[in-house]
């Protein structure tokens, strides 16, 4: 432990055990990070040309899938559909990332410069900037419009992520990564998805598990040492987020665009058990964490619950 930790008994345990020491953890990251950092531009064949008959996501994590419009809808349009959500969701994850840059750079503004837990905050912030230009490209590549949250959900994060507690931004980290990254890992294995986005969720996968380590450890270590109040407001803007972020989750444009009727689509897709437990599956992991933890509390529970995202 630090010296500090080693004064503070509250630093040694919590519910999921020992509290492990946070240059340590950094260290371990960044020896990571030097084995296994990519650069999409090169590691990417940007110019291959499409497959025939491929999916730009596994069929499965389309929205609409086993609804009775997807039963209705010809394969054709079934992934037109495919390729505009994945750019909704790569428009969603730019957005994610970039508030994540935000509340990363206000963490450890007051942290010691030459410190390992910042030199790998530093380097997870150059990952992102990384994936961030990839998801762009991807979007690009794909012949779609990127699909921005609506407004109001954009100025209700600014106000999220401007008063933020340091618990709440790790929480929120946690949120925007790991339900995309569950159904990444379900996407860069399957054969019936286009090589080239095989490629980019193998990157982010890969970088990603690193960020979600910091981010686990230092939510442990916030919520273990955080005032009461600090806790409290952590729970409640941790169900804001979720809240925000599910109904952020894939735009609504992206019906229209492939010749839907919004309405009907999105009627269907709230109906939908299998898209209920979809995105459920996707959280899990999360919840359970954050339950042992202490953030699903109180009302952040109902606001979580309220998202569809926690049974």
Avoid: N
């Avoid at 730019?94 to 010691?112: G, S, T």
């Avoid at 699909?147 to 618990?167: D, E, M, N, Q």
């Amino acid at each position: 432990m630090t010296t500090a930790g080693a004064r503070d008994p509250r630093l040694r345990h919590d519910a999921l055990g020992p509290l492990r020491d946070r240059e340590s953890v950094a260290r371990r990251l960044l020896e990571a990070s030097a084995k296994h950092s990519f650069d999409p531009d090169r590691e990417l064949d940007w110019d291959a040309p499409f497959e025939d008959g491929k999916w730009f996501l596994p069929p499965e994590l389309v929205s609409l899938h086993d609804t009775p419009l997807w039963r209705r809808m010809p394969e054709e349009q079934r992934q037109d559909l495919a390729r505009h959500e994945a750019a909704a969701l790569t428009s969603l994850g730019i957005w994610f990332e970039i508030i994540l840059i935000q509340l990363l750079v206000r963490h450890i503004y007051d942290k010691p410069l030459t410190s390992r837990h910042v030199r790998y905050a530093l380097t997870e912030i150059a990952d992102e900037c990384r994936h961030s230009m990839m998801f762009a490209r991807m979007i690009e590549r794909l012949g779609t419009p990127a699909y921005p949250v609506p407004r109001r959900y954009h100025g209700i994060a600014r106000v999220l992520k401007t008063f933020s507690t340091t618990p709440g931004s790790f929480a929120a980290t946690l949120l925007g990564e790991e339900i995309l990254d569950w159904m990444q890992r379900l996407t860069f294995p399957d054969e019936r998805v286009q090589p080239l986005i095989r490629g980019i969720t193998r990157i982010h996968v890969i970088e990603e598990a690193r960020h979600v380590r910091y981010a686990r450890e230092e939510l442990r270590r916030q919520m273990a040492t955080a005032p009461r109040w600090e806790r409290e407001l952590t729970r409640i803007s941790c169900g804001e987020a979720a809240r925000v972020f599910s109904v952020c989750f894939v735009s609504p444009r992206v019906y229209t665009d492939v010749g839907l009727d919004r309405h009907e689509a999105v009627a269907q897709v709230r109906a939908s058990g299998h898209r209920r437990e979809v995105m459920r599956s996707g959280a899990r992991r999360l919840t359970d964490f954050l339950d042992d933890t202490g953030v699903l509390g109180g009302a952040g529970r109902r606001l979580w619950r309220s998202s569809g995202l926690l049974a």
